[in-house]
């Protein structure tokens, strides 16, 4: 028991710092705040008379339709900011003090984690704050805007972890940093940014296997109808299939690491 | 003061040595295409990708009353082009911030280089390097089905993309030596960014919300994209054309003067 | 006629004032050292003096232009070689001094011509083709030592040429150097080597804290500070002891944080039975003993009080105090 409270202490006090890293520097909140929000006003100033197409569905406006998207863009962003500034520590060598330390290995990764799920809260809330202002309902009210910023949040730590097993295995923050349009591929191929149903081939058959339109249209379903339990059930299966697979890929660059320094 | 030697002033400069300058300098950009493996890949990338993605997510608008073109991929395919030459205008002003940052614009700045070739020669390089990406977009455009402008729609739309290859570089430079830092970049990338996409890039004006449609009429880059755009979803004509010139002039003439007075500005 | 005048030039950044109104003259065909602690200024007066930074007041010539008003005349009339060695890391050597040609307004063939003779010159011919960004610390000190010659300017800015090199590079830095000035270049240096300033220069100007505190040839500076010192080494937290002991033989001077006592003294090799008799009867061993005499550092010492070399106290004390009196 001593153990694991030890290891949330650690995971705390890492979880913090990557926090205060990331507000400190504002290049680094800029990406993840400044286009996505750029991009949801150019997109529904500019594609917003599509709503008027057959087959969309009912919506109060384009806005309140892309607010998901844009949150899961941010969210994704978060996890690649995430990814970068672990692959910062790595080539600094700070992760060779904490290596050094006497503290759960896992905790390494744990606490870059709870500093992207941090950010990815923090880009709900930010994107739920501008629908808003901007006049947007949340038809599924406080209950629907809680699961929305649950679903993004815990999406954050997926992406986040996908993120860091990168850093991991690469040591090297250009890598990562390279890695930013595979995000703008991976939001375009899904139905982030329109109906998956009114999207154009092969784009469209894409959207309707990516396990981020799952994930999309459940943190949208609560902000344009109210929550449904289908469409969170999938998307939480989605995230938790994500979680997985980044865990388990960041245990094994931790101990790739661990063994080859 | 006491006269320090021999005084006589050294000759202004002639316009064949301010040429050579200008040529050197854009000699020396293209070495980071050409000698650091894989440079050319994001430039190119983005605009692709999004040429690619908006026409994939968006692609049905083409079937709303109002929009008279008869395929979407033409019709954003000179946006995405522009995006390309706005990026890479953006990049000649980080590697301006990073140039600073590492000394060697000290070593232009102490050379009796006029400013106006210093910057001229960071400029042209951006312009020309355009041609890059704006080509790798057409031709994946082509591949997918967008429809061929014509000789002289060809020739405009790459006009205008050189033309906002060079704004886009005055807009990075003059951040680039106002900041004297790369950490600057966002705002170069985000400037370029509004500014093409805040016009009829998704979108006739028509059919754009009321409030982006105000901000486009006004916005001097609507008239690039129409102009770039022309041959793609119709035909050429002088009256498309000319607006699209003088917004780029106009650009150009106020960025590269802000961007100038800083250059002149850097020992202050 | 001097090739660099300077009065009352002075710079400031905000509430910081760096360079405090400091007037200086270079005579033409001299080698001028500038010499300082980091932080003195001595980077800041050569940015101004180089038009790449404007004074806050005061007023410089160089080469017969002024700074501010005749920006231009000046910069064709110098050559630079900078702290940061500003050198493209993609460019070969041979593109780097042609770019230079062309910067400072040289014919294409006769910027070509110039650029061989010069990377002979400074014996980077074998390197020529190569990215700069393979080069050595001292190959980029040569390099950019070239870029600045392409011109043959009449005054010739060097800020601080050999730091970071390794002995026999700064060798061959000091000989290019000599070789200029024999060939009738005006050399202003800055530098915080006291044995560069000593071997190099004509004539030094101290500068610290943004002030220039002394000003001569080296020989005339160091001759006001008149006595040598005694440099003691003594077991490890006897220093203090030591000092009390000798105090009264001669003059204690700062301390330089290497463990040694200075004593400067009046009669040289004289002094120093004196002091190891008086050591030996207060029981303290005297492990290492040096008769040292003036350098610029001590005139440095002299004029500001601190070290310009091995700042730093022992024992507990803060740099450059004077240490406890008896």
């Known amino acids: 028991m001593s153990d694991l409270r030890t290891g949330a202490r650690v995971v705390g006090a890492l979880g913090a710092r990557s926090i205060r890293q990331t507000f400190r520097r504002p290049q680094l909140i800029s990406p993840i705040v400044v286009f996505p929000t750029l991009l949801l006003a150019i997109q529904t100033g500019g594609a917003g008379a599509g709503i008027e197409l057959p087959g969309f ?8 339709f892309m607010l998901a998207g844009s949150m899961m863009q941010s969210m994704m962003l978060a996890g690649n900011s995430g990814g970068i500034a672990f692959a ?59 699961l929305a910023i649950a679903l993004i949040t815990t999406s954050a730590i997926a992406v986040g972890g996908i993120g860091a097993a990168i850093a991991l295995r690469t040591g090297s923050a250009s890598v990562v940093q390279g890695l930013f349009p595979l995000v703008l591929v991976v939001l375009f191929l ?14 469209k058959t894409i959207a309707e296997y990516n396990p981020f339109s799952f994930i999309v249209e459940g943190v949208r379903e609560p902000i344009i109808s109210g929550i449904d339990a289908t469409q969170t059930l999938e998307a939480v299966a989605a995230i938790a299939g994500i979680i997985l697979l980044g865990l388990g890929l960041s245990a094994s660059a931790l101990r790739h690491r661990l063994r080859t320094g | 003061m006491e006269a320090a030697s021999v005084t006589r002033a050294p000759a202004p400069a002639g316009w064949r040595t301010n040429l050579a300058t200008v040529a050197a300098l854009m000699a020396r950009a293209k070495n980071e295409l050409l000698r650091v493996p894989g440079a050319a890949i994001p430039g190119v990338l983005a605009p692709t990708i999004f040429f690619l993605g908006l026409n994939g997510v968006f692609g049905s608008l083409i079937h709303l009353p109002g929009f008279d073109s008869g395929s979407y991929e033409s019709f954003i395919v000179p946006v995405s082009m522009l995006q390309g030459a706005g990026f890479t205008g953006a990049a000649a002003g980080v590697n301006l911030a990073r140039d600073y940052e590492q000394g060697w614009v000290d070593r232009l700045l102490v050379s009796p280089a006029p400013r106006w070739v210093l910057l001229g020669g960071n400029v042209l390089a951006a312009s020309a390097r355009a041609f890059i990406p704006a080509t790798f977009v057409l031709a994946i455009g082509f591949l997918i089905g967008v429809q061929w402008p014509g000789l002289d729609g060809l020739i405009v739309c790459y006009l205008m993309v050189a033309a906002m290859a060079a ?29 093409i996409l805040l016009t009829p890039a998704y979108a006739p004006l028509e059919l754009l919300q009321p409030w982006l449609e105000k901000v486009a009429e006004f916005n001097p880059v609507t008239h690039v994209v129409e102009a770039a755009r022309q041959g793609f979803v119709g035909s050429v004509t002088w009256g498309e054309t000319w607006p699209g010139l003088l917004a780029v002039a106009g650009l150009l003439g106020v960025l590269g003067a802000l961007a100038l007075r800083e250059m002149r500005r850097t020992n202050a | 006629m001097p090739a660099i005048v300077v009065e009352g030039l002075e710079r400031s950044f905000g509430e910081v004032l760096a360079v405090q109104g400091i007037d200086l003259r270079v005579e033409e065909g001299e080698i001028y ?45 110098i050559g630079v070689a900078l702290q ?7 460019m070969t050597g041979r593109e780097l001094i042609r770019l230079q040609a062309t910067l400072q307004g040289l014919p294409t063939a006769a910027g070509r011509k110039r650029a061989d003779e010069l990377l002979d010159r400074v014996d980077l011919s074998y390197a020529a083709d190569r990215r700069v960004g393979g080069y050595s610390g001292g190959m980029k000190r040569r390099l950019d030592l070239a ?66 505190v002394a000003e001569g040839t080296p020989e005339e500076l160091k001759g006001e500070v008149g006595n040598p010192h005694i440099e003691l080494t003594v077991g490890e937290g006897a220093v203090p002891e030591a000092e009390r002991v000798v105090a009264e033989l001669g003059k204690l001077r700062p301390r330089k944080g290497d463990g040694k006592v200075l004593l400067e003294v009046e009669n040289g090799a004289g002094d120093i039975p004196r002091v190891v008799r008086a050591l030996d009867d207060a029981g303290i061993a005297v492990e290492s003993l040096e008769l040292v005499r003036p350098t610029l550092d001590d005139v440095f010492v002299e004029k500001t009080g601190h070290h310009l070399e091995g700042e730093g106290g022992q024992e507990g004390e803060p740099a450059g105090e004077e240490p406890a009196a008896a």
């Not at chain 1, 990764?109 to 202002?133: H, K, M, N, P, Y």
């Not at chain 1, 109906?195 to 154009?200: D, G, I, K, S, Y």
């Not at chain 3, 940061?84 to 993609?90: N, R, V």
């Open chain 1, 57 to 64: 569905p009912p919506v109060q406006s384009f806005l309140q």
């Open chain 1, 88 to 146: 910062v520590d790595i080539e600094m060598g700070f992760t060779d003090r904490l290596f050094a330390s006497p503290i759960p290995r896992f905790a390494i990764v744990l606490g870059r984690l709870a500093g992207t799920a941090a950010l990815g809260l923090f880009a709900s809330l930010w994107f739920l704050a501008i629908g808003l202002i901007f006049g947007a309902h949340i038809e599924g009210g406080i209950p629907g805007a809680l």
């Open chain 1, 190 to 203: 899904s139905s982030a940014f329109f109906p998956q149903e009114l999207m154009v081939e092969p784009a």
């Open chain 2, 167 to 195: 704004v886009a570089a005055c807009w990075g430079s003059m951040l680039a030596l106002h900041y004297k830092s790369q950490s600057a970049a966002p705002l170069m990338q985000a400037g370029m960014m509004g500014l």
């Open chain 3, 33 to 77: 050292g500038f010499l300082g602690p980091n932080g003195a200024g001595k980077t800041t007066t050569v940015r101004m003096l180089t038009t790449l930074l404007l004074p806050t007041g005061g007023r410089a010539g160089v080469a017969g232009f002024d700074v501010v008003a005749e920006a231009r005349q000046v910069r064709a009339s």
């Open chain 3, 84 to 90: 940061e060695a500003a050198l493209d890391p993609l």
């Open chain 3, 147 to 212: 870029a600045a010659l392409v011109h043959e300017p009449r005054v010739l800015f060097l800020d601080e040429p050999t730091t970071g090199l390794d002995p026999v590079s700064r060798k061959t830095i000091w000989e290019e150097v000599q070789a200029l000035n024999d060939d009738g270049t005006t050399v202003f240096l800055t530098t915080q080597y006291l044995e560069e300033a000593d071997q190099l220069a004509d004539n030094v100007g101290i500068i610290d804290r943004g002030l220039i």
